[in-house]
């Protein structure tokens, strides 16, 4: 299995053996249930539809309850294929637990980075502003000045560093290192940080 998901916990520390402190950041990593299998015969590929977390049934479509109840699985709330792997032991409703990761293993993190909001220019591009009020600018110290040109070509450019919707973008943070399982609260601890604020989902691949 390459991956699963999991819910970042938020950060703490840990000693390593010569004493050296490591930042970690701790992962609620599944459990995960086997909602679907694709096959190349059916679908052409191969992979294992994953489900994390705890979805309301009142929240279904019928069929999609249907399904779930046919296989005798609870409905997930976040689902995610992962891909490119031999999926012949696997079937429906089986579960995947942190297990599948050992300590030291490289590993890579995709989540949502932190949501700020409408942002000006100066916290969103990192602009210096107009030049303070001996400028004539008495009230627009953080504004980006002019945009547009002249007669021609009369327009803005697209691209133009301009204020705006700042993060909650799909991040993917390589070079993690699994610092430490634990099985029996399936957690792990991933050195570093992780994209994405406390409780959002995360997606961890091998």
Same mark, same amino acid.
């Given at each position: ?5 999991? %819910? %970042?916990?938020?950060?703490? @520390? $840990? ?15 599944? #459990?995960?249930?086997? $909602?679907?299998? /694709? ?25 999609? *309850? ?7 699985? *609870? #409905? ?7 891909? +490119?792997? +031999?999926? @012949?032991?696997?079937?429906?409703? +089986?579960? $995947? ?15 949502? !980075? ?9 916290k969103r591009h990192g602009f210096g502003g107009v ?7 008495? +009230? ?5 000045? !002019?945009?547009?040109? *002249?007669?021609? #070509? !009369? /327009? ?40 994405? @604020?406390?409780? @959002? ?6």
């Amino acid at each position: 299995m390459p991956g699963m998901l999991g %819910k %970042k916990i938020g950060m703490t @520390s $840990v000693y390593a053996e010569g004493g050296e402190i490591i930042p970690v950041t701790v992962l609620q990593t599944g #459990p995960c249930n086997v $909602v679907a299998i /694709r096959t190349k015969d059916k679908d052409g590929y191969e992979a294992l539809q994953l489900g994390y977390g705890v979805k309301k049934e009142k929240q279904l479509t019928n069929p999609v *309850s249907g399904y779930y109840k046919k296989h005798n699985i *609870s #409905p997930a709330a976040i689902l995610k294929e992962f891909k +490119d792997f +031999d999926v @012949s032991e696997y079937k429906i409703g +089986d579960t $995947v637990l942190v297990d599948i990761f050992n300590e030291g293993d490289p590993i890579k993190i995709t989540g949502k !980075s932190k949501g700020k909001g409408f942002q000006g220019v100066m916290k969103r591009h990192g602009f210096g502003g107009v030049g303070g009020r001996t400028h004539g600018q008495g +009230d627009r110290e953080r504004a980006p000045g !002019s945009i547009g040109q *002249s007669s021609y #070509p !009369s /327009r803005v450019f697209k691209g133009t560093k301009m204020a705006g919707r700042t993060g909650y973008k799909k991040f993917t943070h390589t070079g993690s290192e699994v610092v430490k399982v634990i099985p029996e609260k399936n957690l792990l601890l991933v050195k570093g940080a992780v994209p994405g @604020s406390v409780n @959002s989902i995360v997606e961890i691949n091998k």
